[in-house]
């Protein structure tokens, strides 16, 4: 069985087989899965985007301390 799973941020995708699966085939999956996970993720407004990655002003105000 092959299962991949790809996320950035919330957006995941998730690709399973049980079939025998060549490396052309596997690669084949694997830009699949990247490719729609990367279209989701792009789709979101940019504020959604950057909502889970630490980019608030708050952080920085407390580095700065």
């Known amino acids: 069985m092959l299962s991949i ?3 950035i ?3 995941e995708s998730e690709m399973t087989t049980d079939q025998n699966l060549s490396f052309d ?4 999956l694997l ?3 990247v ?3 990367l279209q989701c993720y ?4 940019t504020e959604d985007r950057l909502a889970g990655f ?4 708050e952080d920085d105000d407390e580095e700065a301390e």
Request: aromatic share 0%; no cysteine; net charge negative.
């Open 31 to 33: 830009n699949r899965a």
């Open 54 to 57: 630490g980019t608030d002003d």
């Open 35 to 37: 490719n729609a996970t």
């Open 42 to 45: 792009l789709s979101l407004p």
């Open 5 to 7: 799973t790809i996320s």
């Open 25 to 28: 085939a596997i690669e084949s």
């Open 9 to 11: 941020g919330d957006v």
